[in-house]
């Protein structure tokens, strides 16, 4: 019968079958394994030339030492036979060595060499093997009295033996060196034929076949260690790569952020004067509760901006400590004022344990951050939950100032990011009316400038307590002088009322803005947008004005700085000036503290402007509040009887 030719019939091929769903090595992965292949092929390379250069010297020594020896002891002539070949084959491996240092300088080659530059490493060590195996030929004939054989056996098995580490770079420069050495070394001892040549042919040959083995076994972990290496040396390129693109994005976030804020402040900077001015003028009027809303949603946004002006500030260095002693008490009898009332219309109970501590710190930043401590516990205690403790605690060389509340408490997954910047606990929509989500990474930056710590702890349907932890042996700094930005350029000698103010900002709506503002309590007021028609006023006219208002950020070339200089120049002496900026980036908040003039940030209080104003133009005019005042609590007398508080 005849056999089917149908291909379907016919029985599966025997032998291996390929796996076809496993996919194929991608062509990337493939020229990835091969590049790390060949970069340890290199490594290799550069650390045999390395090991071979090392080893020429104790090579050499070990030669002139073996021929100097057995013609001294012998005086066979053939002894400078041996000695010219291996001299001569040593002298050929220094030159290549010099050769290959030439071609390839180490300030190019620092750890790796190409396989060319090396390409004479194994046959040069074929030669010397050789020439190391003839040794025992030439300089124990065969037929003569073996009694230097010892000698030779252990010069020759030493320099076997000390060979693992210069050939173990490669597995053919481990066969190269051993294999002729140890095969004529091993058919010298069998040439005798007696049972003792015999012997040291086998144990020859064995100990060939163990360094061998051990050097091989040095170059696969060889091999592993310098794939790790290279492994490292990946993912650390990797990560600091990571690293600077990270850099990259956040400076240019923080860049985005800067611009974005100083767009975003310019309107809202415009929109609180003229609100303020829509409810100044409609005082009495029946529209006058809906300009008051204006106001108040204004004030609302202006308060959100300003809390991200709060982290620009302190990141750059422009809040400072004002170190003072001050009574622990004295900070809590403020919190007390302030708190009391609203913690009464939320149904909690307000306690507060201390004692007669003292401490070197600013007090208005401890308030501060206190603050948000009792506001946040206030605000998510919800209606009628339970009570509030605040205390202070010494803890060794620290005192923890904490805040306890009785709310809902926190879920754990939450507070290693509580201190972050935007992160908020239940705010999923975003609500701003519930803030940004800042006010404890200010906290954090607050504490880290009175040199203490902030924490917290949190039971879910427990309560939550969070800390603000502060030195206890910190000493008082000697009077350190007023920041540079409250100083302010020395007045003018003949102020006068109503005030005359030149304002140069290159946004319309915003002196148009400070136009209606300002108008009723201005006898002259000029909106310029230019440095150029700003400079022209003034050249017009050095005394006609009582003070400028400049905007940091200009259209051309020049900021708020250089133009206040050239407008102070063209007056000829030193106009009172006030430096209004939106930015938030870091290094523009530094500059224009720095500048040494008075600065307000958008979007500026109407009624705070026309004060500061009054003041920088008439020395006689009372103290404003500034901008870094407003809001901070005064520190009342009290007195103190067993920890508590009493209001006098």
């Known amino acids: 019968m005849l056999p089917c030719r149908n291909s379907a019939c016919r029985p599966p091929r025997r032998g291996p079958v390929r796996d076809s769903c496993r996919p194929a090595p991608d062509a990337a992965e493939r020229e990835r394994a091969q590049e790390r292949e060949r970069r340890i092929g290199e490594r290799l390379n550069y650390q045999l030339f390395a090991l071979e250069r090392a080893a020429r010297v104790g090579a050499f020594l070990a030669a002139l030492l073996l021929w100097v020896l057995f013609y001294a002891l012998s005086g066979r002539p053939q002894v400078f036979i041996w000695a010219a070949l291996m001299h001569g084959v040593q002298a050929l491996r220094y030159y290549m060595l010099w050769r290959t240092e030439r071609d390839h300088p180490p300030a190019r080659y620092p750890?790796?060499?190409p396989s060319r530059a090396v390409a004479h490493?194994?046959?040069?060590?074929?030669?010397?093997?050789?020439?190391?195996?003839?040794?025992?030929?030439?300089?124990?004939?065969?037929?003569?009295?073996?009694?230097?054989?010892p000698v030779m056996i252990v010069i020759l098995f030493g320099m076997i033996g000390a060979s693992i580490a210069p050939i173990m770079p490669r597995r053919s420069a481990v066969l190269g060196w051993l294999a002729p050495i140890t095969l004529m070394l091993a058919l010298r001892f069998a040439w005798e034929g007696d049972t003792l040549g015999w012997v040291m042919c086998a144990c020859t040959l064995l100990f060939g076949a163990t360094i061998g083995r051990f050097a091989l076994i040095e170059h696969?972990?060889?091999?592993?260690?310098?794939?790790?290496?290279?492994?490292?040396?990946?993912?650390?390129?990797?990560?600091?790569?990571?690293?600077?693109?990270?850099?990259?994005?956040?400076?240019?976030?923080?860049?985005?952020?800067?611009?974005?804020?100083?767009?975003?402040?310019?309107?809202?900077?415009?929109?609180?004067?003229?609100?303020?001015?829509?409810?100044?003028?409609?005082?009495?009027?029946?529209?006058?509760?809906?300009a008051d809303r204006v106001v108040q949603a204004t004030d609302s946004v202006s308060g959100l901006l300003n809390g991200m002006l709060d982290i620009s500030r302190i990141d750059a260095g422009a809040v400072h400590a004002n170190w003072t002693l001050v009574a622990v008490d004295q900070i809590f009898l403020a919190l007390a004022q302030q708190f009391e009332p609203p913690a009464q219309e939320a149904g909690i109970e307000l306690r507060f344990h201390t004692g007669p501590q003292v401490l070197v710190t600013d007090p208005d930043l401890v308030l501060r951050v206190l603050?948000?401590?009792?506001?946040?516990?206030?605000?998510?205690?919800?209606?009628?939950?339970?009570?509030?403790?605040?205390?202070?605690?010494?803890?060794?060389?620290?005192?923890?100032?904490?805040?306890?509340?009785?709310?809902?408490?926190?879920?754990?997954?939450?507070?290693?990011?509580?201190?972050?910047?935007?992160?908020?606990?239940?705010?999923?929509?975003?609500?701003?009316?519930?803030?940004?989500?800042?006010?404890l990474a200010i906290v954090r930056r607050l504490a880290q400038l009175l040199d203490g710590a902030v924490g917290v702890r949190s039971r879910l349907g427990r309560g939550s307590v969070f800390w603000?932890?502060?030195?206890?042996?910190?000493?008082?700094?000697?009077?350190?002088?007023?920041?540079?930005?409250?100083?302010?350029?020395?007045?003018?000698?003949?102020?006068?009322?109503?005030?005359?103010?030149?304002?140069?900002?290159?946004?319309?709506?915003?002196?148009?803005?400070?136009?209606?503002?300002?108008?009723?309590?201005?006898?002259?007021?000029?909106?310029?947008?230019?440095?150029?028609?700003?400079?022209?006023?003034?050249?017009?006219?050095?005394?006609?004005?009582?003070?400028?208002?400049?905007?940091?950020?200009?259209?051309?070339?020049?900021?708020?700085?250089?133009?206040?200089?050239?407008?102070?120049?063209?007056?000829?002496?030193?106009?009172?000036?006030?430096?209004?900026?939106?930015?938030?980036?870091?290094?523009?908040?530094?500059?224009?503290?720095?500048?040494?003039?008075?600065?307000?940030?958008?979007?500026?209080q109407p009624d705070a402007l026309l004060q500061l104003l009054r003041?920088?133009?008439?020395?006689?005019?009372?103290?404003?509040?500034?901008?870094?005042?407003?809001?901070?609590?005064?520190?009342?007398?009290?007195?103190?009887k067993r920890g508590k508080l009493s209001l006098q």
């Not at 490493?121 to 009295?145: K, R, Y």
């Not at 091999?223 to 690293?243: F, H, K, P, S, Y």
């Open 615 to 640: 003041q920088l133009a008439d020395p006689a005019a009372p103290a404003s509040v500034t901008a870094e005042e407003q809001g901070q609590i005064d520190l009342q007398p009290l007195l103190i």
């Open 371 to 439: 603050s948000n401590f009792i506001d946040n516990a206030i605000k998510y205690a919800g209606q009628g939950r339970g009570r509030m403790l605040i205390s202070a605690r010494v803890r060794r060389r620290r005192l923890r100032l904490a805040v306890w509340d009785t709310g809902a408490g926190i879920a754990p997954e939450h507070l290693p990011h509580l201190f972050d910047e935007f992160y908020q606990v239940g705010n999923p929509q975003r609500d701003v009316t519930h803030g940004l989500g800042i006010g």
């Open 220 to 290: 696969r972990m060889h091999v592993a260690m310098i794939g790790a290496q290279l492994d490292n040396e990946t993912l650390t390129a990797q990560v600091l790569a990571r690293a600077r693109e990270l850099q990259r994005l956040n400076q240019e976030r923080n860049r985005f952020f800067a611009s974005a804020s100083h767009d975003l402040r310019q309107p809202v900077h415009a929109l609180a004067l003229f609100s303020r001015a829509l409810q100044r003028d409609l005082a009495g009027h029946a529209l006058q509760p809906v």
């Open 111 to 113: 750890n790796h060499l």
């Open 468 to 604: 603000l932890e502060l030195p206890r042996d910190k000493p008082l700094p000697p009077r350190a002088a007023a920041p540079a930005h409250a100083a302010v350029a020395a007045p003018r000698t003949a102020a006068q009322r109503p005030l005359r103010v030149l304002l140069l900002d290159d946004e319309a709506a915003v002196g148009e803005a400070i136009r209606l503002w300002l108008a009723p309590h201005c006898a002259r007021i000029e909106i310029t947008q230019t440095l150029a028609a700003a400079s022209a006023l003034v050249q017009a006219e050095p005394a006609g004005f009582d003070a400028f208002i400049v905007d940091f950020r200009l259209a051309g070339a020049e900021d708020g700085i250089a133009a206040t200089a050239v407008l102070r120049e063209c007056a000829g002496q030193p106009v009172p000036t006030v430096l209004v900026t939106g930015d938030t980036d870091p290094a523009r908040v530094r500059a224009a503290y720095a500048s040494g003039l008075a600065v307000m940030f958008k979007p500026v």
């Open 121 to 149: 490493v194994v046959p040069l060590l074929v030669a010397a093997s050789v020439a190391w195996g003839l040794a025992p030929w030439i300089l124990l004939p065969p037929g003569q009295p073996q009694t230097l054989a």
